[in-house]
C-alpha cells in the first residue's frame, strides 16, 4: 500500500478526534456555567403584646326613637363611670358615634312570614386603647358581674396588639434571609457548587399566631394576625434566587 493511500485514513482520523474533543469540551463548558438556585428561609420568635383594645357598648330597646335618644343620654354616662372606676382615664377612652336603628321582628300570619318594625335599637360604644395589660384583665374580670347589673352591657374579647411590627418585621427577615443562604449551601453542597450572589428576593407570608396554638401554616402568601392572646409566636417567609457557580 502507498503513503498516500495510508495517509488519508489517518487525516480523516485526525480530523475526528479534534471534532469530538471540541464537542466534548462545548459540553464541559456549558455544564460549568453558573446556574441559580430558589429556597425559602424561615424565621419564627415569640413576642408578648404591648398593647390592648377592649369594646364595651350598652346595647338597648326602646319603642320610639324620641325615647332612645334620651336612654343613650342616660346609660352613655353609666359605662364611662365603670370604666373609671376601673382605672382608665380619658386618654384611654373613645367614645364612638351612637346607632340608632330601626328594629326588626318577624311574624307569622295569614299562612306567612312577614317583617314588621317594632321600635328602635340604640347602642352606645365604647373603645379602649391601653398600654397597661394588667389593668385591663382586673377590669375585663369586673366587667362580667357589671354586666349582671346593668341589662344591656356588652363587651369584646380583648385584642392584644403589638406595636413595634415594622421592627419585628425587620428583624425576622434578616434571620430568614440567613436561613435561606444556610437552605441554598446545603443544595449546593449536593452538587459540588458553591452559592454566589443573590438575584432576587421576596417576602411571603408574615403570620402572627396565638403562642398557645401548635404550629400552623397558612401557606406563602396568607396573612394571620391572632389579637386573642398577650404572647404571640410570629413566622415571617422570605423566596430568595441565588446564583450557583
Known amino acids: 500500500m502507498s503513503e498516500k493511500s495510508l495517509l488519508l485514513p489517518a487525516l480523516v482520523l485526525a480530523v475526528g478526534i479534534a471534532a469530538g474533543a471540541g464537542v466534548l469540551g462545548s459540553q464541559l463548558k456549558n455544564l460549568r456555567q453558573p446556574g441559580e438556585i430558589t429556597v425559602k428561609g424561615l424565621a419564627e420568635e415569640n413576642y408578648q403584646a404591648d398593647s390592648a383594645e377592649w369594646k364595651l357598648s350598652m346595647a338597648l330597646h326602646y319603642p320610639d326613637y324620641a325615647t332612645s335618644v ?4 342616660r346609660y352613655t354616662p353609666v359605662l364611662i363611670n365603670f370604666l373609671k372606676s376601673q382605672g382608665f382615664s380619658d386618654n384611654e377612652m373613645r367614645l364612638e358615634n351612637p346607632q340608632i336603628t330601626v328594629h326588626r321582628k318577624e311574624i307569622y300570619e295569614n299562612d306567612r312570614y312577614r317583617y314588621v318594625d317594632d321600635g328602635y335599637n340604640a347602642t352606645q360604644s365604647v373603645l379602649v386603647n ?33 406595636g413595634n411590627l415594622e421592627e419585628i418585621k425587620h428583624s425576622l427577615i434578616a434571620k430568614a434571609t440567613q436561613d435561606a443562604k444556610r437552605r441554598a449551601e446545603e ?14 428576593a421576596s417576602q411571603g407570608s408574615f403570620n402572627i399566631y396565638s403562642d398557645s396554638i401548635a404550629d400552623n401554616d397558612d401557606g406563602d402568601y396568607g396573612g394571620t394576625y391572632s389579637k386573642s392572646t398577650v404572647g404571640k409566636r410570629v413566622r415571617l417567609v422570605v423566596t430568595v434566587k441565588y446564583g450557583i457557580d
Open 187 to 200: 443544595f449546593a453542597k449536593t452538587g459540588n457548587g458553591k452559592v454566589g450572589a443573590m438575584k432576587s
Open 130 to 162: 391601653t398600654k397597661d395589660l394588667s389593668k385591663l384583665k382586673q377590669a375585663y374580670d369586673n366587667a362580667l358581674n357589671f354586666r349582671a347589673e346593668q341589662i344591656g352591657f356588652r363587651f369584646d374579647e380583648p385584642q392584644y396588639l403589638l
Open 70 to 73: 334620651a336612654g343613650l343620654k
